[in-house]
């Protein structure tokens, strides 16, 4: 389905003046307006009904995300795209609170959602801690008739609307095979996650562990660290274990940490013989990728995850219905040094 994001992006232009053109308001110039349209009309867009469904209701709706702290990369990412669509929603009056917590605290997510509920929103999307308390949260709330997408890390049941996401087991799948063929399917692999009560972290953690004893007979488990999303931590971690065991030769980074892994392997001078699989490029990846210390990253699409989280949510509220589908996910993007620049062209006719 075509949006104004990819229309914008082939027009070279914001999303509000995307937004602006269809809807013929003004600030737009004839010669811009004439471009959108047609652009528009190639890709055979199908306006929603954001305006018509808000002039008919009269309604001054506001929504609220929650966001994961963005000291990690892809929930900075994540966030510019929820950034995009909040922009495009308030042309229409709607407001969308968005908040960046400061911990991975179920704590103080839970006081964030009770927050958002005492500002009467009518949606919350969110970067969902997997945790009885929150759980129960958002159970009440979807019960008190707030609308619930979780984003880019789902809870182990389903009180919510619907996952906007990646399929994290099937991408560590992948990884697990492209990490033993890079080691001719023989050796002793470890794991970092972040935590064990993010979802997505276990997911990774199984899929990885499944592939593996499925069909590499020949490669074990060195062990898993949980890093808690820092780089200390799994610099000192990943160094003990590879001085323990001098058989690694292969490293699986499921969460964050990925500075201090890649440290730890750099002052054993082993990044020739082990080789490295991460999530989600950022500047500092594609450094490592280019000294030939991390070998692989998938990517995950982290902005479109974050827009398209909030453009459901606010769908659902306004055509007042169920979801058409239980989860919605980007695709499998796999990185190597040849293609680890973003290679996105701006299409100008």
């Known amino acids: 389905?075509?949006?104004?994001?990819?229309?914008?992006?082939?027009?070279?232009?914001?999303?509000?003046?995307?937004?602006?053109?269809?809807?013929?308001?003004?600030?737009?110039?004839?010669?811009?307006?004439?471009?959108?349209?047609?652009?528009?009309?190639?890709?055979d867009y199908k306006p929603n009904r954001l305006g018509k469904a808000l002039v008919l209701r009269n309604r001054n709706m506001q929504l609220g995300f929650i966001v994961e702290p963005i000291s990690n990369p892809f929930f900075e990412e994540l966030k510019k795209g929820v950034e995009?669509?909040?922009?495009?929603l308030n042309e229409y009056g709607i407001t969308t609170h968005i908040?960046?917590?400061?911990?991975?605290?179920?704590?103080?997510?839970?006081?964030?959602?009770?927050?958002?509920?005492?500002?009467?929103v009518s949606g919350i999307a969110l970067n969902a801690i997997n945790?009885?308390?929150?759980?129960?949260?958002?159970?009440?709330?979807?019960?008190?008739?707030?609308?619930?997408?979780?984003?880019?890390?789902?809870?182990?049941?389903?009180?919510?609307?619907?996952?906007?996401?990646?399929?994290?087991?099937?991408?560590?799948?992948?990884?697990?095979?492209?990490?033993?063929?890079?080691?001719?399917?023989?050796?002793?692999?470890?794991?970092?996650?972040g935590y064990r009560y993010i979802m997505a972290h276990?997911?990774?953690l199984n899929g990885f562990e499944y592939k593996i004893k499925e069909a590499y007979p020949q490669i074990s488990l060195a062990g898993v660290l949980e890093v808690e999303e820092n780089d200390e931590i799994a610099f000192r971690e990943t160094l003990k274990a590879l001085e323990t065991n001098d058989r690694i030769n292969g490293i699986f980074i499921?969460?964050?940490?990925?500075?201090g892994v890649a440290k730890a392997v750099e002052v054993k001078n082993r990044s020739k013989e082990i080789k490295i699989i991460c999530y989600d490029n950022s500047a500092f990846v594609t450094d490592y990728v280019k000294k030939g210390v991390i070998?692989?990253?998938?990517c995950q699409d982290p902005e479109k995850q974050g827009y398209m989280a909030l453009k459901i949510l606010s769908?659902?509220?306004?055509?007042?219905?169920?979801?058409?589908?239980?989860?919605?996910?980007?695709?499998?993007?796999?990185?190597?040094?040849?293609?680890?620049?973003?290679?996105?062209?701006?299409?100008?006719?």
């Open 254 to 259: 499921a969460g964050y940490g990925i500075k």
């Open 202 to 204: 276990m997911q990774r």
């Open 99 to 120: 908040f960046c917590m400061n911990t991975h605290e179920e704590k103080e997510m839970v006081e964030l959602l009770d927050r958002l509920e005492d500002m009467g």
């Open 1 to 43: 389905m075509t949006t104004i994001k990819d229309i914008a992006k082939m027009a070279n232009t914001s999303i509000g003046t995307v937004d602006r053109a269809l809807n013929n308001k003004p600030g737009v110039s004839a010669k811009t307006r004439e471009r959108i349209m047609a652009i528009a009309e190639s890709l």
């Open 131 to 193: 945790s009885p308390v929150v759980i129960d949260k958002l159970e009440n709330m979807k019960k008190a008739g707030i609308r619930i997408v979780t984003c880019s890390t789902d809870i182990s049941n389903e009180k919510r609307d619907c996952f906007v996401g990646f399929c994290h087991e099937k991408s560590a799948r992948v990884a697990a095979e492209l990490l033993a063929k890079f080691n001719g399917g023989q050796g002793e692999f470890l794991v970092t996650i």
């Open 315 to 349: 769908d659902l509220i306004i055509g007042d219905k169920e979801v058409k589908a239980d989860t919605y996910m980007t695709s499998i993007d796999i990185r190597l040094c040849e293609n680890i620049d973003r290679d996105f062209q701006e299409w100008e006719i």
């Open 295 to 298: 070998d692989a990253v998938i």
């Open 84 to 88: 995009q669509m909040r922009d495009a």
